[in-house]
């Protein structure tokens, strides 16, 4: 498999981002890592044979915007700021699979797990409150577990 060069996701992403007030930054995150869920029950759909580990995989990336949402609340007024961008975050990341071979799309989803995990940590080392740096962290190794998986996969 010839491979391309890996997106620098938080480049791609970084005009959205920037549309989203700093607060509520880990909750745009979130809804990302939702929208990750869903790419990862649709190659399920189309991976039988490895359907369980994707299926784990979405079941991480919900539990790491569940966890997310849990520590780091935000207003309505706030969230209503969420939903232009993140529409457009989520037309550039699933642009990133279109005529993409499969196991190359699951390179690219590994790379943008690492740099999600940069990201939690990122996250992490601007609050005060243990627990919530805890919570990040947590979300980090969810997203690592999941990149390690996935480099399973194409390794093979």
């Known amino acids: 498999m010839t491979q391309r060069p890996l997106p620098n996701i938080g480049a791609l992403l970084a005009s959205f981002i920037g549309q989203v007030p700093e607060i509520a930054r880990p909750r745009f995150l979130a809804l990302l890592e939702r929208g990750a869920a869903e790419r990862y029950r649709y190659w399920?759909?189309?991976?039988?044979?490895?359907?369980?580990?994707?299926?784990a995989c979405a079941a991480r990336e919900v539990e790491i915007a569940d966890r997310a949402e849990r520590v780091f609340a935000i207003d309505e007024a706030v969230r209503e700021k969420l939903d232009a961008p993140i529409q457009g975050a989520r037309a550039?990341?699933?642009?990133?699979?279109?005529?993409?071979?499969?196991l190359e799309?699951?390179?690219?989803q590994a790379n943008a797990e690492r740099q999600g995990a940069v990201a939690w940590r990122g996250f992490a080392a601007a609050v005060t409150e243990p627990a919530v740096r805890d919570e990040f962290e947590r979300c980090a190794r969810l997203e690592e577990v999941s990149a390690d998986y996935l480099d399973g996969l194409v390794s093979r």
């Open 92 to 102: 550039v990341y699933n642009r990133l699979f279109e005529g993409v071979p499969l």
């Open 44 to 55: 399920a759909e189309r991976s039988p044979e490895n359907a369980a580990g994707l299926l």
């Open 105 to 108: 799309q699951f390179r690219i």
